[in-house]
């Protein structure tokens, strides 16, 4: 019975609009409260699904931003119950981030290994960040928003989102893998992961190394 409250919303054809026509119920099982989709007729019955990647929200958990497949790149404010197409980038997204010091710009990293700041409000294109050797798979922002951590397979680039410059380079990535790298919140501690299990942490400002932590030898 509160299944069939649920609001669901194809976004198919759609630039914008409500999410839902009336105040949803929350389902009592999961608590899934609205569904999305963007499923375009075709020849079969269930049409041609095309899949959300990414997905990050705003600094105060009312409006969430969400990228698919082919780089379409959309708002979702649940405060005024509207969506709509934010921008069109022409690649498939591999990570979002929502920016902190000026909560109206995204950050859409991309297949062709670029990272887009996008204005959410006009769907104007700020800033285009490359460099990268490969798809950027996470983004994560400095408490103070003027920095992102952009990592890749292949490397982890500091970059000063005041001036949209690359600062830092970390080295090691290619020859023991990076898996993820991101900033201690309410800290200038970056942590970075590898592939042989350790932990690597440096100071932001001045990138001097500080410790390191390597994974415990034998059996637990």
Not at 79 to 99: D, E, P, S
Not at 156 to 180: K, M, P, Y
Request: proline share 3%.
């Amino acid at each position: 019975e509160i299944r069939k409250k649920m609001a669901k919303v194809n976004l198919c054809g759609k630039e914008s609009g409500s999410i839902w026509t009336r105040k949803p119920a929350a389902s009592s099982s999961d608590g899934l409260l609205f569904e999305v989709s963007n499923i375009k007729a075709g020849l079969t019955s269930q049409g041609r699904h095309l899949q959300f990647t990414r997905v990050a929200f705003g600094c105060h958990g009312n409006w969430f931003v969400s990228g698919d497949q082919q780089g379409n790149v959309y708002h979702f404010n649940m405060a005024k119950n509207r969506f709509k197409l934010v921008h069109r980038t022409g690649q498939a997204c591999t990570a979002l981030a929502c920016c902190i010091s000026r909560p109206s710009e995204v950050l859409v990293a991309l297949s062709d290994y670029s990272i887009k700041c996008i204005d959410i409000e006009s769907g104007e294109l700020v800033a285009t960040l490359r460099g990268h050797e490969a798809s950027v798979k996470s983004l994560s922002l400095h408490s103070s928003g003027r920095f992102v951590l952009a990592v890749s397979s292949r490397d982890s680039v500091l970059w000063d989102l005041d001036s949209f410059a690359r600062c830092r380079t970390l080295n090691g990535g290619q020859e023991v893998g990076v898996q993820e790298v991101l900033f201690q919140p309410m800290s200038n501690t970056i942590l970075t992961c590898f592939k042989d299990d350790s932990i690597h942490a440096w100071e932001a400002d001045s990138m001097d190394y500080r410790y390191q932590i390597q994974p415990p030898c034998g059996p637990a």
